[in-house]
């Protein structure tokens, strides 16, 4: 019992010095966040959609553990299928007891911008409530919204809006 | 930060001779913001220095003025190439003005004048005529540095305006606005209405959000994600200082200065949802304006200062609702259409201008703050979004993607006169008009 609290001290001080490393680690373009910040490698698609943005990897690349989640037009709605998905989501962090996750809120680029920042912070919102009642520590999840800022996808149609009306979930370390 | 060029003082300006705006004639001429009717020649300024040192002063004045009165939508700017006076020979008072020359090439008024320089000062009169009455409507002198020629021009053009329509024009201002034009984030510009001194405000590498403009148009707020979260900034135009407003966790969204400065409306985040606040200048919260389950976003205040307009899905989709700065029972203003979003309260406070989602894209509407009165404004053509008010509550800038990629635009408000302002790559939205820079 006492090791494994030394070692979670330890990995809480581990994260510390990458959060104080990120200013650096950013400019030289790794992964904030990612397995090896100061080390320069390149975490497997778990970077933020910002990081990924920044580095022109957004869209491209691997998903990370966790899958994202789509929506309808205008709704934080989670159908049955964003609830399969969520529930999957949630095992994974049963599984992984140290992981944090960021869960970023997407919308496709119709309607406004504000709007959508505020759409994108509901989703996300929705997400975080259903994982939370399924029993993963609230601490253990933040959110942020992008809104229609950091599209996956940019033709303008249906198949491409829907790709895009998401929410993402980042994991900050386990 | 370098020092951006804003002038907001040192200029000088001398008022020749008033004359009352019911003085300009107008003849079996339609006269009207969508006319695009009233014939007018603008003449390159004379230089009376004896130096090539001014460069081309005289013709960008005439640049200038000639590419805001053709935003207003009221006038017929007649071509350059025709003009018979030449700018370097002829008069310009009344009483040196061959009238006929600008007659017979169907002028009806005449905006001429003379510069001189000396150093990095430059003096400027100008007048405007009336052709068909041979006189003089208004004259202005001009006196400031070769750097505020735009704003001479600007104000001129301002000036013809009160002439011709009896309410000063709006183009002593500026337009702050966001654009990808440098890259793929978006960063924040200022511009002059005639499209000219482009400026680049942010560099962030990051994206950056709703700029809106301080009443004394010298602080300009915005959101930027900077810092990781979306945050509220000031930044001074004229210092180039830039000041973290509001880090709460979460949204920190499209502020909006009150009336008379001292307060900010904007979009918070509560239990994973967008409610609107007031904070004070340095960012300490004044008071919750709205506490519901659905998003609440986009405020914009009364010219009164005691209301807000914002955009809430509390009845199913976004609606424009109105409710008192104290807070209270919102009260719904649009019914028609299933998506309106982005309110902008007119500044003389009778309208709301807003988005709607109609016509199988996204259109600018009014409405009265009553609910009454719906109109479009734009239709058929591409999304039209964010509007915003010039100051004389005559004009509204928004972006458009009717070209293609998002453009700014200017419309009246019948929508007939709808002028484009920005051209080339990115992405150019969210414009944000500026009172008077005085």
């Known amino acids: ?174 | 930060m370098r020092r951006l060029w804003l002038l907001l003082a040192g200029m000088n300006v001398v008022m020749m001779a008033g004359l009352r705006a019911s003085d300009a004639q107008v003849r079996g001429t339609i006269f009207g913001p969508g006319a695009r009717s009233y014939p007018i020649a603008i003449s390159p300024l004379r230089n009376l220095s004896g130096s090539s040192v001014a460069g081309d002063f005289g013709t960008q004045f005439a640049d200038i003025v000639s590419a805001d009165l053709n935003l207003s939508g009221f006038f017929k700017i007649l071509d350059r190439a025709a003009y018979i006076e030449k700018p370097e020979t002829s008069g310009y008072t009344a009483d040196n003005i061959n009238f006929d020359n600008w007659s017979v090439i169907g002028a009806l008024a005449l905006a001429k004048g003379a510069y001189s320089v000396s150093g990095d000062n430059v003096t400027a009169e100008v007048r405007l005529f009336d052709v068909y009455q041979r006189r003089q409507l208004a004259g202005v002198r001009y006196h400031g540095s070769l750097g505020e020629l735009r704003r001479m021009a600007n104000k001129f053009a301002d000036e013809i305006m009160k002439q011709f329509t009896g309410e000063r024009g709006p183009f002593d201002t500026r337009f702050a606005f966001v654009s990808t034009r440098d890259g793929k984030f978006k960063d924040v510009y200022v511009m002059s209405p005639d499209g000219g001194d482009l400026q680049q405000v942010t560099k962030t590498q990051t994206i950056n959000v709703s700029p809106s403009w301080s009443p004394d148009s010298r602080l300009l707020l915005y959101t930027s994600y900077k810092g990781g979260n979306p945050n509220l900034y000031a930044i001074d135009l004229v210092s180039g200082r830039d000041v973290l407003i509001s880090s709460r966790p979460g949204l920190n969204l499209g502020g909006r200065f009150s009336p008379d400065g001292s307060k900010i409306a904007l979009t918070i985040e509560d239990k994973g949802n967008a409610d609107i606040a007031i904070i004070d200048r340095g960012g300490d919260l004044l008071r919750r304006v709205t506490d519901s389950w659905a998003i609440d976003v986009s405020p914009t205040w009364s010219p009164d200062g005691r209301r807000l307009a914002f955009t809430s899905n509390r009845s199913g989709g976004p609606q424009i609702y109105v409710v008192g700065v104290d807070g209270g029972e919102p009260r719904r203003v649009t019914f028609t259409g299933t998506y309106n979003t982005s309110p902008a309260w007119s500044p003389k406070g009778d309208l709301i201008a807003y988005v709607s989602r109609a016509d199988g894209g996204f259109n600018l509407f009014t409405v009265k703050v009553d609910g009454s009165d719906t109109r479009q404004l734009t239709q058929a053509a591409g999304n039209n979004e964010d509007p915003s008010w010039a100051p004389d509550n005559r004009y509204i800038v928004f972006s458009s993607s009717r070209t293609g990629r998002k453009k700014l635009f200017v419309t009246d408000l019948t929508g007939s006169s709808q002028v484009q302002l920005t051209r080339g790559g990115g992405d150019d939205s969210t414009p944000a008009w500026s009172r008077w820079l005085e």
């Open chain 1, 1 to 174: 019992m006492m090791a494994v609290r030394l070692r979670a001290v330890v990995a809480l001080a581990a994260l510390l010095v990458l959060v104080s490393m990120g200013c650096s680690a950013k400019k030289k373009g790794a992964a904030a966040g990612g397995a090896g910040g100061g080390l320069g490698e390149e975490g497997l698609g778990t970077g933020s959609s910002l990081e990924r943005y920044k580095q022109g990897t957004l869209g491209t690349g691997e998903q990370g553990p966790l899958k994202d989640i789509h929506f309808a037009f205008d709704s934080a709605d989670l159908d049955e299928q964003a609830r399969t998905i969520l529930r999957d989501n949630a095992n994974w962090l049963k599984d992984h007891s140290k992981a944090k996750v960021e869960i970023e809120g997407h919308c496709d680029e119709r309607g406004t911008v504000e709007y959508n920042l505020a759409l994108g912070t509901k989703r996300a919102g929705a997400a975080k409530e259903y994982l939370v009642a399924l029993g993963v520590p609230a601490d253990r999840l933040t959110t942020i919204s992008y809104g229609e800022e950091l599209p996956l996808c940019h033709e303008h149609n249906e198949e491409c809006w829907q790709q895009n009306r998401r929410v993402h979930f980042v994991v900050l370390g386990e």
